[in-house]
């Protein structure tokens, strides 16, 4: 969770310093190379952005409500540490799967992720997590993946519609959800393997800067509103499993064996060593959490500064290469111009020459004779 925080903390500013460099108000592609390769989808990717965005809230609402009626409903620690454990875990999933930078990617990984929490619940490992309560899990697990099929055919082209169709549940059924945790391969690379071999990439075209900094701004609102509640239920996570540890098993098996008064006094001997020692662990964890966040930080903002140099200067290189051809393009032309107008300039005077030679023949040869006739009425 710190990650994500740090991570939108990082893209959310330079984002937005790069919308306002000049050149980057040029109109942006209204579809992503994933989405050109399909075809025309007759939809533009900021629809299917806001599409995403808004069943990622309806996602994170419905998982939460569903999960908190079932902690309501029963009495047993196990399935309220179920359904803490699910919401927990479910919404930080649905927010990575969603906010992937190719929206059509993010509609179809979210998708899939539906599919996968249905399955789990209905008939997978996760089939008896809430004992009489299941069936509310498997309801709003059906429900949210009709509406994201509804979704995704009322912004796509039928065959699209269809064709993403198939590549979900084929890939939900060969990779299903096997853990409380959550943690899956992703539909992504498939998704963009199978629709274009061509990635869209954070910095494909200066004109999708504007757009980045949207997305990235729209991510980081998102995860500050359910920040304290996903803070909030790790720390009752973090507390179920203290609790746990501080020998409460010990404690009611004396109290089935009626030793409530030795195993009371003994618990209550070891309760501030227990208690000083969890306390160590606990903030040796933050510690090292806090080291690992700092570090992170730094990487991820060594790697965003290495990514804009390398951008910067792939720009800088195309543009002398373009601006060296277009003086080579312009200076071959002028040579051209030159060439012809030196050439005929030549042959003009020379034809000029030409005309004049003939002339001063013309003339000496008019003036000879002249002369001869003058020198023969002389003689």
């Not at 804009?308 to 601006?323: F, Y």
């Given at each position: 969770m710190l990650n994500r925080i740090v991570t939108a903390a990082v893209y959310l500013p330079i984002a937005l310093s790069l919308a306002s460099l000049p050149g980057c108000s040029a109109k942006a592609p209204e579809q992503t190379a994933v989405m050109q390769s399909v075809g025309d989808l007759g939809v533009t990717g900021r629809r299917i952005r806001v599409g995403a965005t808004t069943l990622l809230?309806?996602?994170?609402?419905?998982?939460?409500?569903?999960?908190?009626?079932?902690?309501?409903?029963?009495?047993?620690?196990?399935?309220?540490?179920?359904?803490?454990?699910w919401k927990a875990n479910a919404i930080p999933a649905f927010q990575r799967a969603m906010f992937h930078p190719d929206p059509l990617i993010s509609l179809v990984d979210g998708w899939t992720l539906s599919v996968q929490m249905r399955e789990y619940f209905e008939e997978g490992s996760g089939r008896e997590l809430f004992g009489p309560q299941q069936p509310y899990a498997v309801k709003i697990s059906r429900?949210?993946?009709?509406?994201?099929?509804?979704?995704?055919?009322?912004?796509?082209?039928?065959?699209?519609?269809?064709?993403?169709?198939?590549?979900?549940?084929?890939?939900?059924?060969?990779?299903?959800?096997?853990?409380?945790?959550?943690?899956?391969?992703s539909i992504a690379e498939t998704v963009a393997d199978v629709l274009g071999a061509e990635r869209l990439g954070g910095m494909s075209t200066l004109g999708s800067m504007a757009e980045m900094a949207q997305d990235a701004q729209q991510m980081a609102l998102v995860?500050?509103?359910?920040?304290?509640?996903?803070?909030?239920?790790?720390?009752?996570?973090?507390?179920a499993s203290l609790t746990d540890s501080l020998r409460f098993n010990s404690l009611l098996a004396a109290i089935e064996q009626m030793e409530v008064l030795q195993e009371t006094t003994r618990f209550l001997r070891e309760t501030p060593g227990l208690l000083a020692s969890e306390r160590a662990a606990v903030f040796s964890e933050i510690n090292e959490e806090r080291l690992a966040t700092l570090r992170e930080f730094d990487r991820q903002r060594l790697a965003t500064f290495q990514e804009?140099?390398?951008?910067?200067?792939?720009?800088?290189?195309?543009?002398?290469?373009?601006?060296a051809r277009m003086v080579a393009s312009e200076r071959e032309a002028v040579f051209a111009d030159v060439d012809a107008i030196t050439r005929g300039i030549v042959d003009h005077i020379f034809l000029r020459l030409v005309q004049v030679g003939a002339v001063i023949v013309l003339l000496a040869i008019v003036g000879l004779w002249l002369y001869g006739r003058a020198r023969a009425r002389a003689s």
């Open positions: 809230t309806v996602y994170m609402a419905n998982v939460e409500v569903t999960a908190d009626s079932i902690i309501a409903a029963t009495t047993d620690p196990g399935v309220q540490f179920n359904a803490l454990v429900i949210l993946e009709i509406a994201t099929d509804s979704a995704v055919s009322a912004r796509l082209e039928p065959e699209v519609h269809d064709h993403l169709h198939r590549l979900v549940y084929e890939w939900a059924e060969q990779h299903p959800l096997d853990n409380q945790l959550f943690l899956r391969r995860f500050a509103s359910h920040m304290p509640k996903e803070i909030r239920w790790q720390s009752e996570l973090l507390i804009l140099m390398a951008w910067a200067r792939s720009e800088r290189e195309a543009m002398l290469a373009e601006m």
